[in-house]
């Protein structure tokens, strides 16, 4: 478990640094198009993928010894594509964090192409294709990150984009996806 996420997160800094550049480009794209509040919303995501990048990097000498989830049963699972995926409550805590965040970016990014007078078009927004913001490489797959990320992004751009909180909530100057919702899209049932 301890290589797999080594692996997992020596990967997930290689791709960090190209994928930054690949933003700060469709950033110009923007520019040109002249979507001003789009263009603004995702240099806000590119800052805080720096700042977690900053992160990421301290990570890199994690002592995985000592940290308690590599020695805690995995006593969840939860069902994604048609297969079974086991984790502890660490996984659980951060795939919840990955729907929150996505919601977040979502709501943002949608509230942004309204004002842009843009169409509804999530599927090019950079954060909803990055899908990775506050993912360290570490407790899951990047891939379910990423599913649970996008998942949640969806309905936030829904809600940012016709002004509205059906799939969440504004609280305390953060975005939260609403419970009922969250347990739509994950369930993790405790088995042990």
Same mark, same amino acid.
């Given at each position: 478990?301890?290589?797999?996420?080594?692996?997992?997160?020596?990967?997930?800094?290689?791709?960090?640094?190209?994928?930054?550049?690949?933003?700060?480009?469709?950033?110009?794209?923007?520019?040109?198009?002249?979507?001003?509040?789009?263009?603004?919303?995702?240099?806000?995501?590119?800052?805080?993928?720096?700042?977690?990048?900053?992160?990421?990097?301290?990570?890199?000498?994690?002592?995985?010894?000592?940290?308690?989830? @590599? =020695?805690?049963?995995?006593? /969840? #699972?939860?069902?994604?594509?048609?297969? *079974? &995926?086991?984790?502890?409550? +660490? !996984?659980?805590?951060?795939?919840?964090?990955?729907?929150?965040?996505?919601?977040?970016?979502?709501?943002?990014?949608?509230?942004?192409?309204?004002?842009?007078?843009?169409?509804?078009?999530?599927?090019?927004?950079?954060?909803?294709?990055?899908?990775?913001?506050?993912?360290?490489?570490?407790?899951?797959?990047?891939?379910?990150?990423? @599913? =649970?990320?996008?998942?949640? /992004? #969806?309905?936030?751009?829904?809600?940012? *984009? &016709?002004?509205?909180?059906? +799939? !969440?909530?504004?609280?305390?100057?953060?975005?939260?996806?609403?419970?009922?919702?969250?347990?739509?899209?994950?369930?993790?049932?405790?088995?042990?």
């Amino acid at each position: 478990m301890i290589k797999q996420n080594r692996r997992q997160q020596e990967q997930f800094r290689e791709h960090f640094d190209r994928d930054l550049r690949r933003g700060e480009e469709q950033g110009h794209f923007l520019q040109k198009l002249h979507r001003l509040q789009q263009y603004r919303a995702q240099q806000e995501y590119l800052e805080r993928l720096r700042h977690q990048r900053d992160v990421v990097w301290r990570y890199r000498n994690h002592n995985y010894y000592n940290d308690p989830f @590599f =020695y805690t049963v995995a006593n /969840f #699972r939860y069902l994604r594509g048609g297969r *079974y &995926y086991f984790t502890s409550s +660490y !996984g659980v805590d951060l795939i919840q964090q990955a729907l929150n965040y996505g919601y977040a970016e979502g709501y943002r990014a949608g509230r942004a192409d309204r004002m842009d007078g843009w169409r509804f078009d999530y599927n090019n927004c950079y954060a909803y294709r990055d899908a990775s913001y506050g993912y360290y490489g570490l407790y899951v797959d990047p891939g379910a990150y990423n @599913f =649970y990320f996008r998942e949640a /992004f #969806r309905r936030g751009y829904d809600d940012g *984009y &016709y002004g509205r909180y059906r +799939y !969440g909530r504004y609280d305390g100057g953060s975005y939260f996806m609403l419970d009922s919702v969250r347990s739509g899209i994950f369930i993790a049932v405790r088995f042990r």
